[in-house]
């Protein structure tokens, strides 16, 4: 099982990225989603979730009306786009999913929201 992030970058305040998350090594149709992040001295925090065919999204307060999660079964890709952004969106971002008891997450990219 791997899951590969990657778009994280350096952005102004009310700018925008879009994160990508490749996965492989699994039946990833079969999946829910999620990102989460942690900023630097808090504990990771649950962002985003899309269910397996896409049909359903939910998110974090902190999220909602600013970030899309998204999928392509296709490609086996999971997106985060995130507009709107704030210093306090600043965190390494996590690509991650759970099966039969354990958790796999990517190594994840660095998002910082800056001037």
């Known amino acids: 099982v791997q899951l590969v992030e990657s778009g994280g970058g350096l952005v102004q305040p009310g700018g925008s990225l879009r994160l990508s998350c490749a996965a492989s090594g699994f039946t990833f149709s079969s999946y829910r989603m999620s990102w989460y992040r942690q900023a630097p001295g808090k504990e990771r925090e649950w962002v985003a979730a899309i269910t397996n065919n896409g049909g359903s999204t939910n998110y974090a307060d902190s999220a909602k009306g600013r970030f899309t999660i998204s999928r392509d079964n296709a490609k086996n890709m999971v997106y985060l786009q995130m507009n709107s952004l704030k210093p306090e969106d600043t965190a390494v971002y996590y690509c991650?999913?759970?099966?039969?008891?354990?958790?796999?997450w990517g190594q994840g990219t660095q998002v910082t929201v800056s001037l």
């Open positions: 991650y999913f759970g099966r039969w008891g354990y958790d796999y």
